[in-house]
């Protein structure tokens, strides 16, 4: 296992370490509870936001605590969803009375944990709404599935809805629209290699030369169906078609498109995928009305790419465009 | 024959033990259909119940299993921690005060345990879940009571059980948890939730053998 | 050779049609003579500040292009300095008759074709200063050697010196801040893994699984230096001495701490990274006045970091937190 | 014996048929000490040099000379770029206006093209770079000339020598260039850069034999 790490078990919490001496203008990090919290926190008459789910996602979800998106972050061991004691840690320090948005990935734990915190958080008298994002279109929604994975959109909503909070809008509202941005989104990613969970210590699959995966989700498990490696035109192909004709997106739509990359994935391959990418909108007379790329929900080291799609109006587009100022994300401040 | 407090901390004990042996082999069946952390999962958690047990010598049976339930809770994440937790808790408050269990308490304490799994998962029998394992368990538990068998052999039958029901779960198509993403890709693998459920009830027939 | 590409020899200009795509509110892109240019070049009464070198390296130079930045940057092949031609049309693109700044890393390719472009430039009448930049400590810079190698101080330089031009000073002084932070910068990196030239199709060179190199440039070439893997502990301490030592860092002085990623290293391993380097100048009582966490100079998709080191005063500080607006790297607007 | 215009162009034309057949193999010497380019690099370069032959057909000597250098200026780019670009280039210029070569005006123009490389590369033979190739190159062609010998056996033993500086940089600690960053690791390895110019020396003698 080749990792800039020291122990192991000690990766989480000495990389929060390494985030609060980052960012010590933006956040508070409780290392052990594995917290982050937004500096001001919690900002009066404002719906606190927070979210979480496993480490090795960086820089989700912790890297979004900031002015305009997350008021919180918890982090759990690597691909791992956190404990309730902890989401309940940051509900708590994000709670100014207005009550608090928990953003949940559709993972059979990460719903369960969160249910759990939920439910603790209520006791003490705090409101909570919760919203659950998935729109991986690799996984049908089905009796047959655990339902659809939560994967890139969870990113963007994140941003439109931190944006939005920020007006001190109430927390109905402030779920509504992310149950509506979720609606409005679908994903799709694909993995050229394997990752190593650092526990694990060894790839979590092999794949020949030749080969990837299709249909992956973020926690470096294998794809829906394993391929012959193609080029980057074919694999855009194959992830942007099942997002448009999930959406039904019409020629005259606009979207916000965004390129993530895995982890181990140059930018200078995903400006290639981002090309191929705005070529099939185009011919499918879709404009793009803002854009993302970079890789911002990671699985590890994995080599690979998700295409996320959001259908936009002007709701959109305004909180998108709002200022936001966290580590990963920033502009208007 | 009959399960005492001391029991109960013995199987505990070992079953960090078990588990902290048995972390690669968990992780490995996790990779091949989830995201190879289902050792470490049940490793950490199960250390930090070790770590509580000294305090819990004094407690009575239910008391020892709530706090498992709850350390389970908030150490473990995942799908594992809460539905293992659950499962511990209930299975505390079944035996709440309790010093001894007799074969009957054990029934009501294995019962618990699979309802608080259930309730937590909403997954059924044939899913590929913990509950492949777990429910035929508790049905041989609950035969070899009525049959009058003694605890060693009841806990023996029910071990068996969840030993038949891991190996059942191999063909299964996984339709909960997230080996359900894998598709007709999670056929032919043994899943990783069934087989900890087996060596927690290995475990404890075992150290009461 | 794994990579979402098409062909080989397209990857530069088709990353650039994407890099057009991806950001039309900031960029003009050539994506034929390979010229990315700031959408309202020349700015009047301006420098104009451009660089280029390699493509391989992104997002530098093309993604430092924007307001408060790079005017322009010219990207030749994979790892291949750009040829003069490119270059001057670069510096034609900028000219506003203030004068341009060419940022040129020591490499004898890069230094070769900014010389001759200069030439080609002065004889069109453009005035052209050009800084030099070589921070690598693990190169001497003797007779025996092309001299030290420049590295991260670039993407600094490129900052600190972009937001000083936008104050509208003259080109002497632009050239002289310029050659400041450079002289009191150093880096040093290193690789957990090759990476592979989409021409060449195999990795540039074979490292074992236990092993690493140390004091890598950012061309996929090796290292000073094959040794055993190590802790994060260990390989920052590798890393950072040489570079404090060089600059000869007391108490009491100030940084900026820029931990680098080479392309296939996640953020989570960079912050592990950020949090050794801190502890270690905390250790020697030098305080960080600002800081840089990211993959923003690298090596294809080579695993690895780099950690950079730049010591500060008021004007750098001033410059470094002037507002820029470029797609990698934004604040302040 | 003499060379013409035709034999130029014929030289050019089989020397980018020659740097495409050897561009792995310079490009895996450039990645043992350098950055694994040079065989893209050259192969690009002279790929731009053959599609402009067909528009050389009625230019002189010198005029053909000059148009592959600034090619090569334009299209390279990396060290190699401006040192044969501007090796040509002034090969051009000391051939201006010539249709045919004699041997002596051979030796005129090499010793321009080796003074090209030295005027911009700023290197000294034994620093492990084109020079070693190119200048015992030049020293066997004007030996060669003043002994008397015609063009073929002058090429000839200008190429061989070319060739055995090419074996004499595999020593050598690199003080130029990128593999100069490598040290003491640059012991043991042939240039690229002395490769090529091997080879556009050994394919001239080829084309003109
Ligand atoms: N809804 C459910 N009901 C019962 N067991 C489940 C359910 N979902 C998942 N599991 C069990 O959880 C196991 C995985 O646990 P673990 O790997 O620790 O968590 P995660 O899937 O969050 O990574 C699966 O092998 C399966 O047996
Ligand atoms: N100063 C110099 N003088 C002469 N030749 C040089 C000099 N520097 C480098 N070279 C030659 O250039 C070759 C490398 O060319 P190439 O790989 O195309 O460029 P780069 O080093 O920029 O990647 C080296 O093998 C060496 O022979
Ligand atoms: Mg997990
Ligand atoms: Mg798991
Ligand atoms: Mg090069
Ligand atoms: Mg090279």
């Known amino acids: ?333 | 024959m009959s399960m005492t407090t001391e029991d109960v901390l013995r199987w505990l004990q070992q079953l960090a033990q078990v588990l902290q042996e048995n972390r690669e082999y968990l992780t490995q069946l996790d990779a091949a259909i989830g995201d190879a952390d289902h050792g470490a999962n049940m490793d950490r958690g199960f250390k930090a119940v070790s770590a509580k047990l000294a305090t819990l010598t004094n407690a009575d049976i239910g008391a020892i299993l709530k706090t498992v339930g709850t350390t389970l809770v908030s150490t473990v994440g995942g799908a594992s921690g809460p539905l293992y937790g659950t499962a511990f808790l209930r299975a505390g408050i079944a035996t709440a005060g309790k010093q001894v269990l007799s074969e009957a308490d054990v029934v009501v304490l294995l019962t618990a345990f699979v309802e608080g799994v259930k309730a937590r998962g909403k997954a059924q029998v044939g899913e590929k879940t913990m509950l492949d394992a777990l429910q035929p368990a508790l049905d041989a538990a609950k035969k070899a009571g009525s049959d009058g068998l003694d605890l060693a052999q009841l806990l023996k039958q029910s071990s068996d059980a969840a030993q038949q029901g891991v190996q059942a779960t191999i063909p299964l198509l996984a339709t909960k948890g997230r080996a359900s993403y894998l598709g007709e890709r999670s056929i032919g693998h043994q899943d990783p939730g069934a087989t900890s459920s087996w060596l927690i009830l290995k475990t404890l027939a075992d150290s009461c053998g």
């Open chain 1, 1 to 333: 296992m080749k990792k800039l790490i020291n122990k192991p078990e000690d990766v989480v919490k000495e990389a929060l370490a390494g985030m609060l001496a980052a960012h010590p203008d933006l956040l508070r990090v409780d290392v052990e509870q594995q917290v982050i919290v937004r500096k001001d926190a919690p900002v009066p008459n404002k719906v606190g936001v927070i979210s979480g789910g496993g480490s090795g996602h960086e820089p989700m979800h912790g890297g979004f605590v900031g002015r305009g998106m997350l008021d919180a972050a918890c982090p759990g061991a690597v691909f791992t969803s956190p404990v309730p004691d902890q989401i309940l840690e940051a509900t708590k320090a994000v709670s100014s009375g207005s009550g608090v948005l928990h953003i949940v990935k559709n993972y059979t734990g990460d719903v369960m944990n969160f249910e759990m915190a939920a439910e603790l958080a209520a006791a003490e008298g705090i409101e909570v709404a919760s919203v659950v994002t998935n729109d991986d279109v690799a996984v049908q929604d089905s009796l047959y599935t655990a339902g659809r994975r939560g994967v890139g959109v969870t990113v963007l909503l994140e941003k439109i809805v931190g944006g939005f909070a920020e007006t001190g809008a109430p927390l109905e509202q402030v779920a509504a629209l992310a149950r509506k941005v979720n609606e409005q989104g679908r994903s799709m990613g694909m993995a050229l290699t394997s990752c190593t969970v650092p526990t694990a210590g060894h790839p979590t699959f092999e794949l020949g030369e030749d080969e990837m995966e299709i249909g992956i989700g973020i926690h470096g498990e294998p794809g829906r169906r394993r391929v012959k490696l193609a080029p980057a035109a074919e694999i855009v192909e194959m992830l942007a078609t099942p997002v448009i004709d999930d959406l039904g997106l019409k020629a005259g739509e606009q979207v916000l498109a965004f390129v993530n990359g895995m982890g181990g994935t140059p930018l200078i391959e995903l400006y290639i995928v981002y090309n191929e990418l705005q070529r099939i909108l185009k011919g499918k007379q879709v404009s793009i009305g803002r854009s993302l790329v970079g890789s911002y929900i990671t699985s590890l080291e994995m080599a690979g790419c998700s295409i996320t799609l959001v259908r936009l109006d002007d709701e959109l587009v305004k909180y998108w465009d709002a200022p936001v100022h966290t580590p990963a994300l920033r502009w208007g401040v």
